[in-house]
């Protein structure tokens, strides 16, 4: 049988050679835009599912710009996910006061995404009452193929986790007639998201799909790789495993079967090693601690220890959380400065890689509803931890 990836080369072969498809091409490796999008956009005006609807997000996608559009001229609130959500989930498409319709276009435009647009962090409260995907093939059935790397699904696996989707949220696509094909329903796993209406050039196609949706991110399917290149999972996980949840990743699975070889024990020492002591963690917001591993700073050489500094720390946020954090994110430092008066602390790694490594593992991290400002510490907030730890 077909695979996947059979369906959407068929798919994109057939928009090229036809002459169907339409800017940016080539349509290959894309949600395909078509002659025609605007008009099958259009009708969802039709639908009372959107009529209700006062928060709807819409994918970034060329073919899903008249979406956009509707929802800004029906002045309802406009969600669309960040590229490739590496600065978070979604922003928010502000226009500008009194914006004339030709500005509405300019903010459904992915210019418009860029200069119209706030970010929507974890904590942000939203409460999506409709979603729009783009798809490569759908069926009537309801089954959707994306471009294989899987981002409209975790998007709404993270906005089951945020709480932002109910199970009955409906979920509509936007694709040309020929997009919809059959779909044997053995190629679905349990992450694939499946859509309620589609939308097309000459009609409306309610699909009564009874399949779950996600209910939540798998992460047993989530790899180290996509954990690095989506920041905001970081967080996500973070706060699932606060919660009691399992949250072992793909890689880790297959890292527990090897936990007990002598080169695995060998490493969980070392790390137990320099994990920060636990006595500073009694201390009080806004007071100024440091602490150390059984690896000294001075030990490793003047000048090779790499500083890594973290910015606005939420004032009721204890260093036993920060620490915390850390270990869950295997950032753990040699020696850890608290300044939590000044919403901030430095972390000592052996060595700039180390920093680096670390810096990048917590990139996007949010705690309390705060996104940690996170970056290699410059030489003038290094002279002023050394001033503040001789108080």
């Known amino acids: 049988g077909a695979t996947k990836w059979d369906i959407r080369e068929k798919v994109w072969d057939y928009l090229e050679s036809s002459g169907l ?23 969802i005006k039709e639908l009372d599912v959107f009529n209700r609807a006062h928060e709807i997000k819409v994918d970034p996608d060329k073919p899903l710009e008249g979406v956009r559009l509707a929802a800004l001229q029906a002045r309802k609130t406009l969600l669309v996910p960040t590229p490739r959500l590496k600065t978070g989930l979604f922003n928010k498409i502000v226009p500008p006061p009194g914006a004339t319709k030709e500005i509405l276009r300019i903010c459904a435009s992915s210019q418009g995404i860029k ?79 499946t859509v309620d209406y ?8 309610k699909t009564s799909c009874k399949r779950p949706k996600p209910q939540g991110i798998i992460w047993h399917k989530v790899s180290y790789e996509m954990l690095g ?61 440091a602490e150390s591993g059984s690896l000294s700073p001075r030990s490793e050489g003047s000048g090779v220890v790499t500083t890594v500094y973290v910015g606005n720390i939420p004032p009721s946020l204890r260093v036993s959380e920060l620490k915390c954090a850390l270990r869950e994110f295997h950032a753990t430092p040699l020696r850890l400065t608290w300044q939590g008066a000044q919403h901030r602390a430095f972390l000592d790694y052996k060595d700039k890689a180390a920093a680096e490594r670390a810096a990048s593992s917590l990139k996007g991290l949010s705690l309390q509803g705060s996104t940690l ?18 108080k």
């Open 21 to 43: 498809a339409d800017f940016p091409r080539p349509v290959h490796r894309r949600i395909p835009n078509f002659k025609g999008s605007h008009q099958a956009c259009c009708s």
């Open 115 to 193: 200069e119209y647009s706030v970010p929507v962090g974890l904590d942000g409260k939203a409460r999506v009452d409709l979603v729009v995907v783009g798809s490569v093939a759908v069926s009537e059935k309801g089954w959707r193929i994306g471009k294989g790397e899987g981002y409209a699904d975790m998007e709404y696996a993270m906005m089951v986790s945020m709480g932002a989707v109910q199970e009955d949220t409906p979920v509509i696509t936007i694709v040309h007639d020929c997009q919809v094909l059959d779909i044997a329903e053995e190629l679905l796993g349990d992450h694939d998201l």
């Open 198 to 205: 589609i939308l097309t050039p000459t009609r409306i196609v």
């Open 229 to 289: 290149k989506i920041p905001i999972l970081k967080s996500l996980r973070y706060r699932e495993k606060q919660a009691g949840k399992d949250v072992t990743l793909q890689d880790e699975r297959s890292d527990l079967a090897n936990a007990n070889t002598p080169a695995a024990l060998n490493e969980k020492a070392m790390a137990e090693n320099t994990r920060p002591h636990a006595a500073a963690s009694s201390a009080q917001p806004g007071q100024h601690c």
């Open 373 to 390: 400002q996170v970056e290699l510490a410059t030489q003038r907030s290094k002279g002023q931890v050394e001033i503040n730890s001789q």
